[in-house]
C-alpha cells in the first residue's frame, strides 16, 4: 500500500507540473535560476501540510519568506520565551527544497505582543529588549536566513517623508534625551528639532544588531507606497545615503509592490530603482500582488486578467533592466490564501498568479516571460 501511494502520488506532482507548466514550459524556478535571479513567496506554516501547496511552491519558487511566523507577537510571545517552532516550519522546507529565506521582519510597529505595549518601559530597558529580541532572532537563523527586513513601515503615510511615531521612536521610544524632549512639550517646533537630532537612531542601531547578530546576512529596509518617486521614497533615499556615507550596515531596499486599482507607474519605478541601486545597494520586490475587482464568487473579468498580467510583465521587466534589483517576491501565491479578499471586504481579489485551484493564471505566464527576457538597463 505504501509504494501504491508512493507511486499515485509522484503520478500527481507529474500530472500538476505538466497541467501548470503546459508540458515543456519552464517553471518560473527554472527560468529564474538560469539567470541567477531570485523568485519567491511569503508562505505560512499551516499550508505546507497541503499537497497542491507544496508541491506548487517548491516547484515555482527559490526563495520563500514567513508572512507572520517571525513577527514579534508569533516569535516573541512572552518576554522571557521565544518561539521558533512555525518558522522553524518554513526554514526546514527551504533547506530540503533548495530554497533561500528571507526574514520578515525584526522591528515594526504592528503585531506585537500584549506585554510588550500594554506597559511602558524607560528607554533603556526598552534599547535592551529590542536589542536583545533582534540578536537573539538573527542569531537563532545564522547562516540559514540570507536576508532580513531589519525595519518595516518606519516612515508614515499620512505625513510622506515623515517618520511614524511608535513604541521604538517615541512612545516612548530607545533614546533617551530625543524621547524626554519630545514628552516634555507641547512645542511643535522643539519636538521637530529633537526628533531630527538623532532621526534614524532606532533604525540605525536595529541594523548593528542584526549584523553583529549574523555579518553574512544582507539587511533591508522596507517599505509600503515607496516604490515610485514621491515623498516617501525621498526619504528613505535620504535615511539610506546617510547610512552608506556613515557605515551603517543596510545592504538593500525591499518595495512592497501592493498594486491597488491596476494602476502601475513603470517609469517612475524604474528611475526609483535606478537611484536606490546607484548606492550600492540591491533592491527587492518583497510583497507584490495586483487586486482585480471581483464578483461574488471572487472571479475577475477576463480582460482584467490580462491587465494583471501586463502589470506584472512590467514590473518585472523594470527590475530586470536594472542588475541590483535581483529579486521578485509575491505576497503568497495562490487566491485561496491572499489577504486581499478580507482586507477589501471581498470587493477585490485574485490578485497573485495562481487561482483559488492552484491554475496558473495569465499573469504567471506574463511574469515567466519578462524573466525570460533579456532586458536593456533604462
Not at 525621498?234 to 546617510?242: G, L
Not at 542588475?323 to 477589501?344: E, V
Request: include cysteine; aromatic fraction near 10%; proline fraction near 4%.
Amino acid at each position: 500500500m505504501k509504494r501504491r501511494a508512493l507511486a499515485f502520488a509522484l503520478a500527481t506532482t507529474a500530472f500538476c507540473v505538466a497541467t501548470v507548466q503546459g508540458g515543456a514550459e519552464p517553471s518560473l524556478r527554472e527560468v529564474a535560476q538560469r539567470s541567477g535571479f531570485l523568485i519567491g513567496t511569503a508562505v505560512r506554516p499551516a499550508h505546507l501540510s497541503e499537497a497542491a501547496y507544496s508541491s506548487t511552491l517548491a516547484r515555482e519558487f527559490n526563495m520563500i519568506e514567513p508572512e507572520d511566523a517571525l513577527k514579534w507577537e508569533v516569535v516573541h510571545p512572552e518576554r522571557s520565551s521565544f518561539d521558533f517552532s512555525q518558522a522553524d516550519q518554513i526554514v526546514d522546507f527551504a533547506i530540503r527544497h533548495g530554497m533561500k529565506v528571507r526574514g520578515h521582519t525584526l522591528v515594526w510597529h504592528r503585531q506585537n505582543p500584549k506585554w510588550l505595549t500594554n506597559r511602558t518601559f524607560a528607554p533603556a530597558e526598552l534599547s535592551q529588549i529590542l536589542e536583545e529580541h533582534i540578536k537573539t532572532v538573527v542569531g537563532h537563523y545564522r547562516g540559514k536566513i540570507f536576508a532580513w527586513d531589519v525595519v518595516n513601515e518606519a516612515f508614515d503615510e499620512v505625513r510622506p517623508g515623515t517618520l511614524r511615531t511608535t513604541l521604538w521612536r517615541d512612545e516612548p521610544g530607545i533614546d533617551g534625551a530625543a524621547s524626554y524632549e519630545l514628552q516634555a512639550t507641547n512645542n511643535a517646533a522643539r519636538s521637530e528639532r529633537a526628533a531630527r537630532n538623532q532621526p534614524y537612531s532606532y533604525i540605525e542601531r536595529s541594523f548593528r544588531w542584526a549584523h553583529e547578530a549574523d555579518p553574512q546576512a544582507l539587511l533591508f529596509y522596507n517599505d509600503a507606497e515607496a516604490e515610485t518617486v514621491n515623498p516617501k521614497s525621498d526619504a528613505i533615499y535620504a535615511m539610506m545615503s546617510d547610512f552608506r556615507k556613515r557605515g551603517v550596515p543596510i545592504d538593500g531596499v525591499g518595495f512592497q509592490m501592493h498594486v491597488a486599482n491596476m494602476r502601475a507607474n513603470i517609469p517612475s519605478l524604474s528611475a526609483n530603482i535606478k537611484r536606490f541601486a546607484a548606492l550600492g545597494v540591491h533592491v527587492h520586490i518583497t510583497e507584490m500582488d495586483v487586486a482585480l475587482p471581483v464578483d461574488s464568487n471572487g472571479a475577475a473579468r477576463p480582460q482584467d486578467l490580462q491587465l494583471q498580467a501586463d502589470i506584472y510583465r512590467q514590473i518585472a521587466a523594470a527590475c530586470r533592466s536594472h542588475p541590483l534589483c535581483t529579486a521578485i517576491q509575491t505576497w503568497g501565491f495562490t487566491d485561496k490564501y491572499s489577504w486581499i479578499g478580507s482586507h477589501s471586504k471581498h470587493k477585490e481579489g485574485a490578485a497573485l498568479l495562481f487561482d483559488r485551484d492552484y491554475r496558473a493564471k495569465p499573469a504567471y505566464d506574463a511574469l515567466r516571460d519578462a524573466l525570460q527576457t533579456e532586458h536593456k538597463l533604462e
